[in-house]
């Protein structure tokens, strides 16, 4: 097995604002990620050979992509992962281009939330749609798989209810201060530790101010192999490294789970450091963007991803290492929280940052001396998820 | 001799106080928006099994006026839940107070004939008095179960005697809510206070006793003030009869009679003679002798001990779905569950069986095909749940699902011996959680959707 470093290269990215876009469907969204794309990578629809369509309930074949684009008699697939199918698309499309079965392709991830109806995510198209199955279970949306992660973080490390709190409402301030300074956030506020503590109480210890808002938007990726994307710029993004990992349904079962250490991050995390060849993450990775989908997740992916020891991310948490100005700023474009979570487009949105950031481009969020980034998202439940770790590094 | 060998009850955690229905000392019993008679059963006959060895049951009778079905058998619902046999006899007796000492005597029939060693009798009702009446504040709901057997009988079922009668005083049609009824002076001089007795005194004649010879007489009445009536008419002293629980139960309906008789039987000994007298569209008296005597575990007594107000009455007919309640645009948890996907699932959602893998040893659930530890394929024996102990590991109490009895709980249950289930978790006090706390499993109703009532196994804080 070679691996992926090096063997793939980002020349363009788009993306929309997220927020409650009530004048905009899917397709226009999908236009406005994908056009501002191919316009950073200086080329034309007709250019792309096959491409990947990331959404979990806007749409379903890889035709909804093809239609509003006019992407004629290419193949596209439509990739579903969940939370984490955008990072899913562009990593098929990287193998693609690094198996050199295709010179230039597209990933898009599309998600259009706001037509629900009601604050919340859709029930429209259950997340985890079993048809063969009763379901006949205990209803278990998100917000309950990560307020049971918090309980026993906290009754696992001893960690006493008030300062738990505290701490998770301390990555909230963080991420809507990032949030302030992006333009294409969905929410721009500061907000302040106590609103955070006192925001009315969502699945305890999660609060209303704990958890992302469900927005609408639209991420675009157009990649290529290194030897071509020279010809086109100079600041083309390397990838590194591509970790996956699905989880096999072992927190319903395994009686040994512990909710504390959830096993895709590290089957994941490894994979690409290892790909990358990072061997000391915490001082190697410059800038991240992870899952925030809760407070909680951001908190344990800090361990999840090595970068805090076990039962030591508060600690980080409250020595602000993980802040703007921190030893590993992360969520430097308002995270989940802030920006916004479509589904579908999240995961190529965390790479829009990272390669912002990595080109010198990310305005007043930008970091100094940026040369490898990594984002990671989380999708499905908890125990039976995907979580992929991606790695991006610059040409030189 | 043929008789009681087992013995179980079930109260509901939930009470109404009586003042809050209009008047009146003390509470009455509900059950819980998750809860009906099947349920109930099911609850008290699990009481009713401990110690016994779930696969030497031949028969399971089921006695309510309030079944979730017109049409289905409840009975076999609760033996499946119960992880019975299949090759019992079962019936549903239904439509009549009287129904659970009826069913009681066919136990006894049955036993006597040689058609089952061993009968499981349950009676449960919940029924419904409209909201504000007499009835709402006379009611109760709960259930009660009965082994009836041949082998070590406590208490020997001695004989019994039937009379029926016509008379419209109580009664429901299939389109009535509430149940129905006479001018009170009517129904009470023509019916209870009139045919109850006829029973009775042709029971002890045919058995030449008299009330003096009796330490317990249990009978139903339709209140309080009826009972003491009855007690006069009968020949019993106060100190003879069994308290009627009214203003702590309520009038249980088709379980009542049995009701009072479990409790009498938490006070008998040997050698103690109880009369047992039940009555609607008729009269069943019986007449029973306790030869062993009864643990006291999970006693009617410590059921009725057991409990939490429920201080909001609106809840109550949200509950009872005489009021809707407002969801407030959250995405309503729905889903049409699959009869096929259901049936083909009865051994993980009725039976609450998971397997354990023959080769390394790990309990799982739901049941799998490859071992969650050592993906041995195929490799499995059938386990239970069912008789495990049970703890919290983790738990998410949710504001924003909506539910009738706010915060929904998803519960992370761990079990002795290995193997963890989610579970909702129901009767819970939701600031007594505590990570590590002893867990009961309870059989409940999950949701109506589409004309199915789709049952499911919850966990709840350990009552006592």
Not at chain 1, 44 to 65: M, N, V, Y
Not at chain 1, 365 to 373: A, F, W
Request: aromatic share 10%.
């Amino acid at each position: 097995m070679e691996g992926i470093k090096d063997r793939a290269a980002i020349v363009g990215m788009g993306c929309t604002k997220f927020g409650e876009l009530w004048n905009k469907d899917k397709e226009d969204l999908i236009v406005d990620a994908c056009f501002e794309a191919f316009e950073d990578a200086g080329i034309e629809p007709k250019d792309i050979q096959a491409a990947w369509f990331s959404t979990s309930t806007s749409g379903r074949g890889g035709g909804t992509l093809a239609g509003p684009l006019k992407l004629k008699g290419i193949p596209i697939t439509r990739v579903e992962n969940v939370c984490a199918s955008g990072t899913d698309a562009v990593r098929n499309a990287a193998y693609a281009v690094a198996a050199g079965i295709y010179d230039m392709v597209l990933a898009c991830g599309v998600e259009k939330q706001k037509d629900c109806g009601f604050a919340g995510l859709s029930n429209i198209s259950p997340v985890y749609p079993e048809e063969s199955m009763s379901m006949i279970r205990p209803y278990q949306p998100p917000v309950t798989f990560f307020s049971l992660v918090a309980n026993r973080y906290f009754h696992h490390y001893g960690v006493n209810y008030e300062e738990g709190k505290k701490a998770l409402a301390k990555i909230t301030v963080k991420n809507h201060h990032n949030g302030t300074l992006n333009p294409k956030a969905h929410l721009r506020r500061e907000v302040t530790l106590e609103q955070v503590i006192n925001a009315p109480m969502i699945a305890a210890p999660l609060g209303l101010y704990d958890c992302c808002g469900v927005s609408d938007g639209s991420a675009a990726a157009i990649i290529t192999r290194p030897e071509i994307a020279k010809r086109m710029r100079k600041d083309y993004v390397l990838i590194k490294g591509l970790g996956a990992a699905n989880g096999y349904n072992y927190a319903h079962i395994d009686a040994d789970f512990n909710f504390v250490h959830i096993k895709e991050n590290q089957f994941a995390s490894q994979m690409a450091y290892r790909e990358a060849g990072v061997t000391n993450p915490r001082e190697e990775i410059d800038v991240a963007i992870v899952h925030d989908c809760f407070t909680i997740n951001e908190l344990v992916t800090y361990e999840g991803m090595g970068w805090s020891q076990p039962g030591k991310a508060i600690q980080d948490v409250n020595d602000g290492y993980f802040e703007m100005t921190g030893g590993l700023p992360v969520n430097t474009d308002g995270g989940l929280k802030c920006f916004g979570h479509p589904t579908g487009a999240s995961g190529i949105r965390m790479i829009y940052e990272v390669y912002k950031q990595l080109q010198g481009k990310a305005d007043k969020r930008q970091l100094k001396n940026v040369r490898l980034g990594l984002t990671h998202n989380l999708g499905g439940p908890l125990g039976q998820a995907m979580v992929t770790v991606a790695i991006f590094g610059r040409p030189d | 001799m043929v008789g009681i060998v087992a013995s179980g009850v079930y109260v509901p955690w939930w009470r109404l106080e009586l003042q809050s229905l209009g008047g009146g000392q003390g509470e009455r019993a509900i059950a819980n928006f998750d809860e009906d008679s099947l349920t109930m059963g099911v609850a008290a006959a699990i009481n009713c099994l401990r110690g016994i060895d779930r696969g030497t049951i031949d028969g399971v009778f089921f006695a309510t006026t309030t079944s979730p079905y017109k049409e289905k058998q409840a009975s076999v619902t609760i033996a499946t839940a119960l992880d019975l046999r299949e090759d019992i006899i079962s019936a549903d007796f239904a439509s009549s107070l009287r129904a659970g000492t009826t069913a009681l005597k066919a136990a006894v029939d049955a036993v006597k004939a040689g058609t089952a060693k061993k009968v499981l009798v349950i009676a449960a009702d919940m029924r419904p008095g409209m909201p504000g009446s007499d009835f709402e504040r006379l009611f109760g709901d709960g259930a009660v179960a009965f082994v009836v057997g041949a082998d070590n009988v406590k208490v020997a079922i001695k004989d019994s005697y039937s009379t029926s009668y016509e008379i419209m005083d109580f009664w429901r049609t299939n389109e009535d809510k509430y149940v129905q009824t006479w001018e009170d002076r009517f129904i009470m001089e023509e019916g209870y206070l009139k045919v109850l007795p006829v029973a009775v005194a042709a029971l002890l004649k045919k058995n030449n006793l008299t009330p003096k010879g009796f330490s317990k007489a249990v009978f139903y009445a339709p209140d309080g003030r009826r009972h003491r009536e009855m007690a006069q008419k009968l020949g019993f002293d106060i100190a003879q009869v069994q308290n009627p629980m009214f203003g702590s139960l309520g009038d249980t309906g088709a379980a009542f009679g049995l009701m009072m008789l479990a409790s009498a039987l938490e006070e008998t000994k040997p050698g103690d003679k109880i009369l047992l007298a039940s009555y609607g569209s008729g009269a069943d008296a019986f007449f029973l002798e306790s030869v062993g005597k009864f643990d006291a575990v999970r006693s009617i007594k410590s059921y009725l001990n057991s409990k939490k107000v429920l201080k909001n009455y609106m809840s109550y007919l949200q509950w009872r779905h005489v009021l809707e309640k407002p969801v407030n645009g959250h995405a309503r948890p729905s889903y049409t569950p699959a009869v096929s996907a259901i049936h083909r699932e009865e051994e993980k959602i009725f039976r609450l069986h998971g397997v354990k893998c023959l080769k390394c040893g790990t309990v799982q659930y739901p049941p799998q095909h490859v071992c969650i530890n050592c993906e041995a394929k195929d490799q499995f024996e059938k386990y239970s749940f069912w008789d495990k102990k049970a703890e919290l590991y983790t738990f998410a109490p949710d504001n924003g699902i909506p539910t009738f009895d706010p915060p929904y709980v998803l519960a992370v249950v761990n079990f002795a011996g290995g193997g963890r289930i989610w579970l909702n978790m129901t009767d819970k006090d939701v600031d007594a959680i505590k990570i590590g706390m002893p867990l009961e499993l309870t059989f409940r109703k999950l949701a109506t959707v589409e004309s199915i009532h789709n049952y499911y196994w919850k966990c709840m804080p350990g009552r006592m």
